[in-house]
Structure formats: C-alpha cells, structure tokens
C-alpha cells in the first residue's frame, strides 16, 4: 500500500490550496479516505474523512472551507481548503485504514497572516 500525497505549499491567509492523494495497492473505491494534519507541538487531528459511499464529514475547525472528494478512476482523494487561516499550517496526511493504518510521507502547508 503506498499513499501518495502532494499540493501544499505557502500561502497567504484567505487564499487556497488543493491536495491530492495517489493511491496504491489496495482496492481504492472500496475503502474510505481520510485527511488528517499535524500542526508542530500538537497531536495528529482528523480534518476530512470520505467513505466509499461518498458520504463526507469534517472538523469543525474546517467546515464550509474545506471539501474532500474522491476520483475512484484515478485512485485519488483532494482536499480542497480555501479561506485558509494562519491555524491551518500543518503538515496534511492522507490515511486509509485498512487491517492497519497506512499513511502518506506528508505536505506541508504553511499560511502566512
């Protein structure tokens, strides 16, 4: 299994960024998707989770500003956040569970107020 995640970067609040996750090596539609981040000091927090059946949830730290989605044709997951605050910076993960937690190598997003 190998997550594969990419599109952070630097960025002024109130701007925006799409992830996306590349996927491997398991049955990807079959299975949910989640987002999480890690901001430096604090503990690892979920942001997004997508089932396979498209139903969606969030943070509410995120809701109405980001919006996770899901291709099954390319085995990808995004993570769209707009109105980006300086509390967003965190290094974004993309996690699947399935008989254990994988997780992607990491991106940095950093939003400068």
């Known amino acids: 299994v190998q997550l594969q995640a990419s599109g952070g970067g630097l960025v002024q609040a109130g701007g925006s960024l799409r992830l996306s996750c590349i996927a491997s090596?398991?049955?990807?539609?079959?299975?949910?998707m989640d987002w999480y981040r890690q901001a430096p000091g604090k503990q690892r927090e979920l942001v997004a989770r997508i089932t396979s059946g498209i139903r969606t949830n969030y943070a509410d730290s995120v809701k109405g500003r980001f919006t996770i989605s899901r291709e099954n044709a390319k085995n990808t997951v995004y993570l769209q956040m707009n109105s980006l605050k300086p509390e967003d910076t965190a290094v974004y993960y993309c996690h699947v569970r399935l008989l254990r937690d994988y997780w992607g190598q990491g991106t940095q997003v950093t939003v400068s107020s």
């Open positions: 090596g398991f049955i990807f539609s079959d299975n949910g």
